[in-house]
């Protein structure tokens, strides 16, 4: 340590047959600041690595912090990432996005059916005019088109816009 870091806390230097001289509380603090550098030095790569697999795979923050990271650190990162994905899909955390498409899906298709049944089954329990059940037949069908509209809103706004070519009672 004496010769790789000229400033090392040194009293009186040794010479052959001759002891050298240090202040071992200087010396302590000395090689306390030098570990803490190193582990501060590790730290920062570390958040690195981190922050370069919190990208997942995108964007500039990708680019930025790629130059620095050696391909087994790449590796590493993306094998870890797997594995987080992996473990967060068991634990329920990620669900597949085909699935919950059908699930609307089929719960669209729902609300359409009892939609246009609404005016035949309360026709069924009371006593309603022709004019009445018109004008709750209209009211659904508002209603569903107000659905699909908003359906699509949220489709553009998220990127996955929904064919326009959508059944107009819908």
């Known amino acids: ?5 000229p400033d090392f806390p040194i009293i009186e230097r040794g010479t052959n047959g001759r002891s050298y001289v240090i202040d071992f509380a200087e010396a302590w603090t000395f ?11 590790q730290r920062a790569r570390a958040d690195e690595v981190r922050q370069y697999g919190l990208s997942l ?17 790449h590796r590493a990162i993306m ?6 994905t992996k473990l967060a ?7 597949h996005k085909a699935s919950v498409e059908e699930a609307l899906g ?8 009892q939609g246009t049944s609404l005016s035949a089954r309360l026709a069924k329990r009371g006593d309603f005019s022709r004019d009445q059940l018109a004008i709750i037949d ?12 908003r359906m699509e809103r949220i489709g553009r706004a998220t990127g996955n816009a929904v064919s326009s070519d959508r059944d107009p009672a819908i």
Do not use: C, H
């Not at 090689?31 to 030095?41: G, H, P, Q």
């Not at 795979?57 to 650190?73: C, H, K």
């Not at 899909?89 to 669900?95: C, M, P, S, V």
């Open 1 to 5: 340590m004496i010769r790789d870091y």
């Open 31 to 41: 090689i306390k600041s030098l570990r803490d550098s190193e582990e501060a030095e």
């Open 57 to 73: 795979l995108g964007g500039e923050a990708m680019a930025q912090t790629q130059a620095g990271l050696s391909p087994t650190e």
């Open 79 to 84: 094998e870890n990432e797997l594995l987080a």
């Open 89 to 95: 899909e068991k634990r329920g955390d990620l669900i």
């Open 106 to 113: 089929e719960l669209v298709a729902w609300f359409q059916q």
């Open 138 to 149: 209209a009211v659904i069908a508002q209603d569903q088109r107000e659905l699909a509209d």
